[in-house]
């Protein structure tokens, strides 16, 4: 069975950092692509980063460039979201999910909540 | 970047009815389309990608078509289960960018 576990949210104080990893268990972690998607209360889905089967190549929606590193270790199943300069407006609860061409994003983790506030 | 539109927003809907819902692109996207739903407080589910084909499990009433710019959600017999809010999502390149949402809600 797929798995997909976030964690690393919380709260955190505007222009701080937070580091979210994602956790996948029951499939082949090496052999697919992978993206984060974020959700502020009330609102709907947005793209955050894409990362390839090998970590490159990588990309980012414009709200996150050169704030947010997305990172992947292979070895260890793991995918992350490296957050730097945060701000109110990246409130949102965070989800990790697979990528394929041939399937779209089919599996997603349950989230987690990252409220930046003072 | 490509930007995605949905239309409407939100729509009012009775069990048993036809529901479309209208996805639009800024430009072509070839059939490198998916749609989700999504309930409160849960993450979004698949139930088409590729424009058309479905995710296994999802019931047949859900159909998807289109191609280039425009694609539509077609539920056929809105079931009690299916009051939920519906996104598309564009996966051609390296952006994957959602439509804003729409709302499908009991009328």
């Known amino acids: 069975e797929v798995q997909l576990v976030e964690s690393g949210g919380g709260l955190v104080q505007p222009g701080g950092s937070l580091r979210l990893s994602c956790a996948a268990s029951?499939?082949?972690?090496?052999?697919?692509?992978m993206i984060w998607v974020r959700q502020a209360p009330g609102k709907g889905l947005e793209w955050v980063s894409y990362?390839?089967?090998?970590?490159?190549?990588?990309n980012y929606a414009d709200s996150v460039k050169g704030r947010f590193t997305i990172s992947r270790d292979n070895a260890k199943n793991s995918l992350y979201l490296q957050m730097n300069s945060l701000r109110a407006e990246d409130t949102a609860v965070y989800y990790c999910?697979?990528?394929?061409?041939?399937?779209?994003?089919?599996?997603w983790g349950q989230g987690t909540l990252v409220t930046v506030s003072s | 970047d490509i930007q995605m539109t949905q239309s409407p927003s939100t729509l009012s809907a009775s069990v048993g009815d036809r529901v479309t819902i209208t996805c639009r692109a800024s430009?072509?996207?070839?059939?490198?389309l998916a749609w989700y739903q999504q309930k409160p407080g849960k993450a979004p589910k698949l139930l088409i990608y590729k424009t058309s084909t479905l995710e296994s499990g999802v019931p047949s009433r859900f159909r998807g078509s289109g191609s280039g710019t425009e694609f539509t959600l077609t539920i056929s017999s809105l079931q009690p289960d299916d009051f939920a809010t519906y996104y598309c999502q564009k996966y051609n390149g390296y952006s994957k960018t959602f439509g804003q949402g729409t709302k499908v809600e009991i009328k």
């Open positions: 430009q072509s996207i070839n059939t490198w």
């Open positions: 999910a697979t990528f394929s061409p041939y399937r779209a994003s089919g599996d």
């Open positions: 029951g499939f082949s972690f090496n052999s697919y692509e």
């Open positions: 990362i390839s089967t090998s970590g490159s190549p990588i």
